[in-house]
Every structure is written in C-alpha cells, then in structure tokens.
C-alpha cells in the first residue's frame, strides 16, 4: 500500500515511522541522530525532518551559491560548458542519491553531505588550496575548512548548525591521492550515506574532468587507454553508468553494511584517475596556469597581513580599517585565510587588478 501522510498527524512523525519501515537496516535514521551542537526548539508543525532541513540550510547558504564562480579544473573559465564547483557538487551529489536510492539509504542525508561537501573549497580549485596550505600556520585543508564553514562562518558567524551525520559526511569525504576504498576504516564518515558521497566524489570528477578535457581538447577519445576503457565504457554516461552499478551490485551482493567494488572496477576507476594526474592535471598549460593563480593568492595573503582587508562594495573596493592593525598574529592569519578561501575566482582576480595593476591616468 502506497504511504501517504495522514492530515491532523504530524507529517514529521510520520515520515519517521516510514523511514524505520522502508529504509535498509543499515541507512542513517532521523530519529537516530546524534542531534546538533546547539539544540534547537522542534517545531512540531515543521513537514521537514532534521536532514531534510541540513539540506535546505546548505542550498540557501551564500558560500553555496559562490561555488557556481569557482574552478573546477579549469580556472575562471569562460565557455559555458565548463564544470565549476557548483556543478560538481551537483552530478555528485546525483550519482550518490542514485546509489542511495538503489541501497535504501537515506536519501537526503545523502543529498545535503553531497551539497554541503565541497563548500570550504578555495578560488582557484586546488592550486588556490595548496597555497593557503602553504601560506597559514595551520594549514588548510580544504574539507576542514568546510566544516568550519557550516560550523562558525555562515549565517553571519553563527554558523547552519547542522546535525552530527551531515558534519561527519563533510569532513569525512576526501581523499585525494590516496586509496579510493581505505584500509582503516576510522577515516571513513560514520554513515553509510556519508561513505556513498565520499565515492560518488570520485565517479563524478574522474568523469566529468575526463570530459572537460575532451571538450578544452587537452584529450582526444582515442588517448583513453584500452584497458580503461574494456572496463567503463566509451562513453561519458556509459563510464558513469557502469561504476555505479557495478558498486550497487557489489554492495548488495556483500550485504554487511560497507561498500564494495569489484577488483576489475576499483583497477580501472584508479588507473583512470593515475591518467587524468598525469595527462590533465599535471599538464603544463594547465599546470602554469595553476602557477599564476598560486602567485596571486600569495600576494593577497602577504597584502591583507600587511594592510588590513579589502572588501567590495557595490563598484568601490574598501579598506576594512578595523583589521588594519591586528589584534595578534594568529588572528591576522585566521581571519585572511578564511576572507581568501571564501572569494570566487573572479572576485579574487578583480581585487588582485584594483591592487596590484596600474589603471590608466584619465584626468585631463
């Protein structure tokens, strides 16, 4: 029989009770959250449940919004067909409600860790993330910084206040280089859905940066290895088709509540991403360009130390004369670093023009 929620009954309840009936054992309940780090007032006569609500704190956010203006691969691009953080996030976040959907997972769990996991990301994608990394005492790391986005920098320092299950799948979902399937499962995000995100990460971007650089014309079809393609597929919906059946059926197939791929899928999606390092990422167009964006994030970060921010308003650029003397060093550092991985690419090459680039003398 079809669930249809009931008028006079709260609808929060009984989505609960649906979840409890139609979910896997193994998904993320609502009303098994680990709750928030400020607890809030239910609203009883709210139709959203806790995760449905992270989602739509995400989505409304400005730092989401600012992802349509920050690079994927290809810095400030300016074709229209051109992947930006804010489509990645978008096909990741497709790819993995479809594994979600197949495993009975929770569905917007899954959705608001994918939305919400790349909002700590830096102009300049990884050349901008590798410089503050460089450049802060602390470090940076951009899936940390994520986290301290939803947790102190949104909503006007007070932060979305999001549940343990969303944060936990945020600072959870990177991997870098590193083994797409770890070994220590302690770096893993508590949930199955957070772990889904982690993966359709990599399925969407070994993907889509592939097409990227067939359309830039960085690759042609023929330079994807035999073997690679023996596994995908040809084609783009094809590749991204047969990974995410191939960890559905693996996954149920198990049924012990981790994810699975085969051996022959987990080859090929890792020797794709090894191809893409060493003909894409590292390629020396691309990789002098990241070179260039690295040298205007420097001389930001050297000049805000020194001067104080600089802050848009309307067509002006200010001077925000309260940081121009730093309470302390660590302050000064704090608050540049987060003032920089916030702006999206054009912003940042706009201040780096007002501030660095002669403008011509049109007084008469």
């Known amino acids: 029989m079809a669930f249809v929620p009931k008028i006079g009954t709260s609808i929060k309840r009984q989505l609960e009770e649906h979840e409890a009936v139609c979910l896997s054992p193994y998904a993320a309940l609502n009303k098994q959250s680990r709750g928030r780090q400020i607890e809030e007032k239910e609203d009883i006569s709210d139709i959203r449940l806790p995760f449905q609500r992270d989602r739509d704190r995400i989505v409304h956010s400005k730092t989401f919004r600012r992802l349509k203006h920050k690079t994927q691969v290809f810095l400030a691009p300016t074709g229209d067909h051109y992947r930006t953080r804010l489509t990645h996030v978008l096909e990741v976040s497709q790819i993995a409600r479809t594994i979600g959907a197949a495993l009975c997972l929770n569905e917007p769990l899954t959705e608001a860790i994918a939305l919400g996991h790349d909002l700590g ?178 001389d930001l970060y050297g000049y805000f130390l020194e001067n104080g921010l600089v802050r848009r308003r309307g067509r002006e650029w200010i001077a925000d004369g309260k940081n121009v003397l730093w309470e302390d060093e660590q302050r000064a550092h704090r608050q540049v670093c987060d003032f920089i991985a916030g702006m999206t690419d054009r912003y940042a090459l706009d201040l780096y023009e007002h501030l660095f680039l002669p403008k011509p003398w049109s007084m008469r």
Do not use: C, W
């Open 121 to 298: 990301h830096t102009p300049f994608g990884h050349a901008g993330e590798a410089t503050l990394n460089e450049l802060h005492p602390g470090g940076f790391r951009h899936y940390v910084h994520s986290l301290r986005v939803v947790d102190r920098l949104e909503n006007g320092g007070k932060g979305l206040n999001l549940t343990f299950e969303v944060r936990n799948g945020i600072v959870r979902h990177s991997k870098g280089n590193s083994d797409i399937i770890p070994k220590n499962k302690g770096h893993l995000a508590a949930t199955l859905e957070g772990q889904v995100v982690r993966l359709a990460d990599i399925i969407a971007y070994v993907n889509h940066d592939l097409d990227d650089a067939l359309r830039a014309g960085l690759l042609r079809e023929g330079d994807l290895p035999d073997g690679i393609k023996k596994v995908v597929g040809e084609r783009h919906s094809q590749r991204i088709g047969t990974m995410v059946r191939d960890l559905i059926v693996e996954t149920l197939q198990a049924d012990d509540g981790q994810l699975h791929i085969s051996d022959a899928m987990l080859g090929a999606i890792s020797d794709l991403r090894a191809f893409l390092y060493q003909n894409v990422y590292r390629y020396y167009r691309v990789h002098n360009e990241f070179e260039k964006a690295q040298r205007i994030i420097r």
